[in-house]
């Protein structure tokens, strides 16, 4: 057998209401609970900010001890020659002795399918040049004098006017 919830109907709720009396001892205990939870809430919120702060900080030492292992991995690479030697090629363009390196200066105009075998062919005809020179040339300008150029003409020349599109 089950029991049911009691069902309160209006009239015992208001009958229960009218029993409380607000007398002076129940203003004395609202008086304190007030003044209680007034005193306590500055104090429970230092507590929650103090645990939010130590959780960041936690969080932060975790950060902070994965990059010293990364840093840890990383140091240990470079006590591996081969690894050196990589990073050598790699950033520096080092070769080995009698290795012959090559470096593409204009990437993004190789042609992939060019089946002549040369990229220095295929370069000298997007240029408009027939055959690439070895030969060191001098510029015709000095490069001091075309800065100064700059500079005074952009203190002096007037921007030209905007045109509105419509």
């Not at 609970?33 to 809430?41: D, K």
């Not at 690894?83 to 593409?104: H, T």
């Amino acid at each position: 057998m089950t029991k049911r919830p009691a069902q309160s109907n209006p009239a015992q709720v208001a009958a229960i209401l009218r029993g409380f009396r607000f007398n002076s001892v129940t203003l004395t205990v609202l008086a304190m609970v007030v003044i209680g939870v007034m005193t306590l809430a500055p104090r429970v919120q230092t507590w929650f900010e103090q645990r939010q702060a130590i959780a960041e900080a936690r969080a932060a030492l975790e950060a902070a001890k994965n990059e010293v292992a990364q840093m840890q991995v990383e140091r240990k690479r470079w006590e591996d020659p081969a690894y050196i030697k990589s990073q050598a090629r790699d950033r520096l363009y080092y070769v080995m002795p009698g290795e012959v390196s090559f470096l593409v200066m204009d990437a993004d105009g190789v042609d992939t399918s060019d089946v002549s075998g040369t990229v220095g062919a295929l370069l000298a005809e997007q240029k408009n040049n027939a055959e690439i020179s070895a030969d060191i040339t001098q510029t015709r300008d000095n490069w001091v004098d075309a800065l100064l150029e700059t500079v005074i003409r952009a203190g002096i020349e007037q921007p030209a006017e905007e045109t509105s599109e419509k």
